[in-house]
């Protein structure tokens, strides 16, 4: 019987310490992915290319706060559920401010830089949504984190194809509606992120 339960122990403290570098790696991914695609908006004057290192901010800070309660109990990782889904919820206002003072401040983002940026941000989100797929249907610090992870996959092919549209029509609109569609993205998202750990935080308090 006492095997039994140090085995069990062990188990735990395993899957755990597997969680938190997964959890590392996509951490560092996307603090990096964050410096790169703030400088190539800058430069290039795209909203969407802003929208998506936001977006990776919010998920760096998301993902520190997911390696801080793993291990924790079920109503404090519900409770860091509630401050991933408000930081999203933050990186949507931002982009909704940044559409608008674009639509005020029209302009022709540069299409290369753009599109370099989108592939390299892309490769990065397809590694950081691979590693955290196995633990999708998990609790629901980790389940949020994947929940993130593939929001910046669509992030990534999104503003590819604001790329492609700024490149076929020279005009800044599609990277406008771009980053208008990622901001509906963006709002989706904390709606199932806080809405889950509204879930397991009531649960917990039954």
Known sequence: MG???????????????????????????NIATFVMMLSAAIYSGSSSLLSGSLDNLGDALTYLLSIAVIGASTRAKAKVALLKGL???????????????????????IFEAIGIA??????????????????????????????CSRNDVFEGFAVLLAAVGVWLFDAGWPDL?????????????AWRVLRSAWRSYKREDA
Do not use: K
Not at 3 to 27: F, H, K, P, W, Y
Not at 131 to 138: C, S
Not at 177 to 189: D, G, Q, T, Y
């Open 3 to 29: 095997d039994s339960c140090c085995s069990g122990t062990v188990d735990i403290r395993a899957m755990e310490a597997r969680q938190r570098r997964v959890l590392m790696i996509v951490l560092e991914i």
């Open 87 to 109: 930081l999203i919820l933050g990186a949507a206002m931002a982009v909704a401010v940044q559409v608008g003072w674009r639509l005020a401040h029209p302009e022709v983002p």
């Open 177 to 189: 509606l771009i980053a208008a569609a990622l901001l509906v993205m963006f709002l989706r998202s």
């Open 118 to 147: 989108a592939l390299l941000n892309l490769a990065f989100n397809g590694i950081c949504l691979w590693l955290l797929t196995p633990y999708r249907h998990g609790d629901v610090n980790m389940a949020s984190a994947w929940e």
